[in-house]
């Protein structure tokens, strides 16, 4: 798949919740929206954002012997997860990924399509964008506009799980551009390696049939 065939729609580009009862529907029928105003201040993001940029502009050299010698999560990585870590539960790991420019976009991806195994993943992009989510009809691909201060929210497989299939895990990719690199930060929220994943009895209907088999997490 090339960034050729991505298609926006501009109804649901930005993916904002504007009401409460949105998510609802943002988690039954697209399994990704973006949510503002948690209390992170855009300098917590800009200096995280800036940060990134910094450290993979690094010789490799130096890149390898900071990771080697002396890794520390950063000042601006620690106000991140210091800021979103009392809103959420269970077990947290955190990715800083870099796209860098590429000479031949139209026959590139930086991330190919697919679904994260987490329970839900919050994502921190730059003002690039290039993260496109598949619509709900045939094989278009939406563009999720940044918005800034906001994370956008996507559902993996085990909220799909855990919810019998009401929340739609979502497939999504990273397209590239040809003369600025794209950084962004993803949070992955899960359960514990020893927890049993399976549907909570108690959204399951009155004669409501499992969907999946329990399994074990380390095992999934």
């Known amino acids: 798949m090339t960034s050729s065939k991505f298609e926006t729609n ?7 919740i504007k009401k409460v009862n949105g998510i609802k529907e943002a988690t039954t029928k697209w399994g990704c929206f973006q949510i503002i105003n948690l209390g992170i201040s855009i300098e917590v993001l800009e200096d995280l954002k800036d940060v990134a940029h910094k450290f993979f502009q690094l010789p490799a050299e130096e890149k390898v012997n900071y990771c080697k010698d002396s890794y520390s999560a ?3 990585v620690l106000m991140f997860w210091s800021a979103i ?6 077990t947290m790991k955190i990715n800083i990924n870099y796209y860098p420019p590429c000479p031949n976009p139209s ?7 697919h679904c994260n195994g987490s329970g839900i993943t919050l994502i921190f992009q730059d003002d690039m964008g290039d993260l496109y989510v598949r619509g709900t ?7 999720v506009n940044p918005i800034k201060g906001a994370l ?10 855990i919810s019998n299939d009401r929340y739609k895990r979502i497939e999504h990719c990273v397209a590239v551009d040809l003369s600025r690199a794209r950084i962004s930060v993803s949070l992955f929220v899960n359960t514990r390696l020893d927890s049993v994943i399976g549907q909570f009895s108690q959204i399951m209907k009155d004669g409501e049939k499992p969907v999946y088999k329990p399994v074990l997490h380390s095992d999934y």
């Open 10 to 16: 501009d109804d649901i580009l930005d993916f904002v």
């Open 74 to 76: 950063g000042e601006s």
């Open 85 to 90: 870590e009392p809103l959420l539960m269970g």
């Open 107 to 113: 026959i590139t991806i930086g991330a190919h399509r």
């Open 137 to 143: 009809k045939g094989d278009n691909w939406i563009h």
């Open 152 to 161: 956008v929210v996507n559902i993996g497989d085990l909220l799909q799980i």
